[in-house]
């Protein structure tokens, strides 16, 4: 059973860049698209980045187009977030997902297996 692991939250400034690291233990990306979603307190889930089974393809949710980045290596079984700009409204815990196709979405409920999450905060 693979587990996901995510990591390189913490405390910046807003206009700092983080990059979040999603590694899979015990199983392969191989064969799976990937997402980032993210929840803030007393706020539902929301997706934030999609990348399919070998990078061709990605999807932002729209307010991070152009700050984001999301990225994978397969052969180190990992993905990546790096997060530039970085906005007070970015605050939230941040989760990776596997998804149960090779192709990726926005939707939470494609995604089978999901991190315990890494703390992003930005304060002004």
């Known amino acids: 059973q693979v587990r996901l692991t995510e990591s390189g939250g913490g405390l910046v400034q807003a206009g700092d860049s983080l990059r979040l690291s999603c590694a899979a233990l015990?199983?392969?990306?191989?064969?799976?698209?990937m997402g980032w979603f993210r929840q803030a307190p007393e706020k539902e889930r929301e997706f934030v980045a999609s990348i399919d089974w070998n990078g061709g393809t990605t999807d932002y949710k729209d307010s991070v187009k152009g700050r984001f980045t999301i990225s994978r290596d397969n052969t180190k079984r990992t993905v990546w977030l790096q997060m530039n700009n970085l906005r007070t409204e970015d605050t939230a815990v941040y989760y990776c997902a596997r998804h149960g196709h090779y192709s990726s979405s926005p939707y939470a409920y494609g995604y089978d297996t999901w991190g315990q999450g890494t703390q992003v905060t930005v304060s002004e």
């Open positions: 015990g199983g392969t990306l191989d064969n799976y698209g």
